[in-house]
């Protein structure tokens, strides 16, 4: 292993899931501006993630569709002139006249 590419900067934060309002204590060294305060009255950093295994449907056994960020809509977005060209009549033939 090499050495001087860990940090060594591991503090006591309180990483809390946004898509099941569920938080939990762990050593990180993840940065954050938010603080909180904590079950035992101490307060931690605040770290939000949009996932962890308390809704991951590996951990959970329960599918749930989080679209974060509208990726579904950016993705249609993207896409979408290129539907249009498949919808013209004549196109798909264009690739066969050799």
Known sequence: M????????YRTVVFKDISCDES????????????????????YPLVKVEISSMSHPFFTGKM???????????????FAKYAKKMEKPGLEDESDNT
Do not use: M, Q, Y
Not at 31 to 38: I, K
Not at 64 to 78: E, H, L, P, S, W
């Open 64 to 78: 749930k569709f989080v679209d974060t960020a509208g990726r579904i809509d950016k993705f249609n977005t993207r």
């Open 24 to 43: 939990f204590l762990t050593k990180s060294c993840a940065a954050s501006n938010e603080n909180v305060t904590w079950e035992d009255g101490n307060e």
């Open 2 to 9: 090499k050495k001087g590419i860990h940090p060594e900067a």
